[in-house]
T-cell receptor
Framework: EAGVVQSPRYKIIEKKQPVAFWCNPI?????LYWYRQNLGQGPELLIR????????DSQLPKDRFSAERLKGVDSTLKIQPAELGDSAVYLC??????????FGSGTRLTVV | DAKTTQPPSMDCAEGRAANLPCNHS???????VYWYRQIHSQGPQYIIH???NNETNEMASLIITEDRKSSTLILPHATLRDTAVYYC?????????????FGGGTRVLVKP
């Protein structure tokens, strides 16, 4: 089966600009996660979806971050405006009812 | 998820067994021990998980102590491609607020 697909792979933007990341989960996986990973640290959960409903967004900085998962399949994570401290790797993962997480390769964001 | 403690780094020789320890003294009865690894520039990859019994698959073996307060991941014949950060996670799949919580992991360097 195809894995979790993320795009773009890399993104460099100037601060205060908007940016969006896209994730296509594994077919049939109802749960989708966005994680952020800072350099030298483990991934941290930003938001979790069950189908199209965001069931845990407590760690999402809502003043500048937003996410959506229309039709309970693909998902988009947006940052507007980006800050220097947002430079990180953004990882998407999916699972079937919280079993067997599969991660994508991530999007490496650099804000200059 | 219960907190886990791992050594920050370790080296091992190519072809030898690599034994990666993890402490999870506050693990709950319904929490499994999961191991993931992250190779440079990739997303975390599932290795193995277990509840009480020792487990083995094509990648590794997992030894869980009888009191479940610690575990060891064994890579039987380490190769250079096993160089990665290894994460030990205590997680109860399906529980309320379910999510994988990553710590700092162990950075494993396999040397020729």
């Amino acid at each position: 089966e195809a894995g979790v697909v993320q795009s773009p792979r890399y993104k460099i933007i100037e601060k205060k600009q908007p940016v969006a990341f896209w994730c296509n989960p594994i077919s049939g996986h109802n749960t989708l996660y966005w994680y952020r990973q800072n350099l030298g640290q483990g991934p941290e959960l930003l938001i979790r979806y069950e189908n199209e409903e965001a069931v845990d967004d407590s760690q999402l900085p809502k003043d500048r971050f937003s996410a959506e998962r229309l039709k309970g399949v693909d998902s988009t994570l947006k940052i507007q405006p980006a800050e220097l401290g947002d430079s990180a790797v953004y990882l998407c993962a999916s699972s079937r009812q919280d079993f067997g997480y599969t991660f994508g390769s991530g999007t490496r964001l650099t804000v200059v | 998820d219960a907190k886990t403690t791992q050594p920050p780094s370790m080296d091992c020789a190519e072809g030898r067994a690599a034994n990666l320890p993890c402490n999870h003294s506050t693990i709950s009865g319904n929490e499994y021990v999961y191991w993931y690894r992250q190779i440079h520039s990739q997303g975390p990859q599932y290795i193995i998980h277990g509840l009480k019994n020792n487990e083995t698959n094509e990648m590794a073996s997992l030894i869980i102590t009888e009191d479940r307060k610690s575990s060891t991941l064994i890579l039987p014949h380490a190769t250079l491609r096993d160089t990665a950060v290894y994460y030990c996670i205590a997680h109860a799949p399906g529980a309320a607020g379910n999510k994988l919580t990553f710590g700092g992991g162990t950075r494993v360097l396999v040397k020729p």
